[in-house]
Nanobody, 115 residues
Framework: QVQLVESGGGLVQPGGSLRLSCATS????????MAWYRQAPGKERELVAG???????SYASSVKDRFTISRDNAKNTVYLQMNSLKPEDTAVYYC?????????WGQGTQVTVSS
């Protein structure tokens, strides 16, 4: 059974930081591309950042230079370090695993940026 469990969301003031974690099980983590998506109220889900099995990363232009995606293959976990947070970063953040069997999603974690 595949499981992706996100954690680390919460309420933070503008300019603050949060670190999201996504712990996985049931997949061969080290061979999969992992990604973070987000969905704000009334908007479509969008790709925030991705990291390949080889460690190559990519970012949405809106978060580049503020967010950093990383992975720990020993812990089967992917992270999203979010700095200089803005109110427009408010959304539910989802972890995604791209496997040969298809895509898997976590349940999401809420990030709210507000003063």
């Amino acid at each position: 059974q595949v499981q992706l469990v996100e954690s680390g969301g919460g309420l933070v003031q503008p300019g603050g930081s949060l670190r999201l974690s996504c712990a996985t099980s049931g997949i061969i983590f080290s061979t999969n591309t992992m990604a973070w998506y987000r969905q704000a109220p009334g908007k479509e889900r969008e790709l925030v950042a991705g990291i390949t099995s080889g460690g190559s990363t990519s970012y949405a232009s809106s978060v580049k230079d503020r967010f950093t995606i990383s992975r720990d293959n020993a812990k089967n976990t992917v992270y999203l370090q979010m700095n200089s947070l803005k109110p427009e970063d408010t959304a539910v953040y989802y972890c995604n695993a791209a496997t040969f069997r298809g895509h898997y999603w976590g349940q999401g974690t809420q990030v709210t940026v507000s003063s």
